[in-house]
């Protein structure tokens, strides 16, 4: 009876770990977006250029969306103090890539460049808080203007 006890005890501790395995590797599954790679993917880029300090007589406001999916070559936006490039590839190396390049329009200098390695089997999850997509808002200054631009892209 005693060696029964013990040894409904160890298989008691062994079924309690591969339970608590289980656990662990369900909570630790990537959370996998509702598009997946077999449906087309389009991403949108919605871009605000605005006036950081108002003169009289400056629109206070532009703004622009831009769509891009995998035949698209590359999309550019020309704001007054900025233009703004989009290019979406699909690299045999490094796989699926959204490029975001800002330029200042009058001496072509970039003023930010991002890539965003994006994953074949599954599209981007748009997870940053107030709708700003997968990329989150960022936020670019020109030195010789009194504008900002802003953008962020999703995924749809």
Do not use: W
Request: glycine fraction near 6%; charged fraction near 20%; include cysteine.
């Amino acid at each position: 009876m005693k060696s029964m006890v013990i040894h409904l005890m160890k298989q008691s501790k062994y079924l309690g770990f591969v339970f608590g395995l289980v656990l662990l590797a369900a909570r630790c599954q990537p959370v996998v977006s509702a598009l997946t790679a077999s449906q087309p993917l389009i991403i949108d880029c919605h871009i605000t250029s605005q006036l950081t300090a108002p003169r009289e007589g400056q629109s206070e406001t532009e703004a622009a969306t831009v769509s891009l999916s995998l035949d698209d070559e590359s999309e550019m936006v020309a704001f007054e103090s900025f233009e703004f490039h989009a290019q979406f590839v699909d690299e045999p190396v490094k796989g699926r890539i959204l490029t975001i390049s800002i330029l200042n329009p009058d001496s072509g200098v970039p003023l930010q460049n991002q890539e965003f390695l994006l994953q074949r089997a599954i599209h981007p999850q748009n997870q940053f808080r107030q709708g700003h997509g997968f990329t989150g808002l960022s936020h670019t200054y020109n030195d010789d203007s009194t504008r900002e631009l802003t953008y962020f892209c999703e995924a749809r």
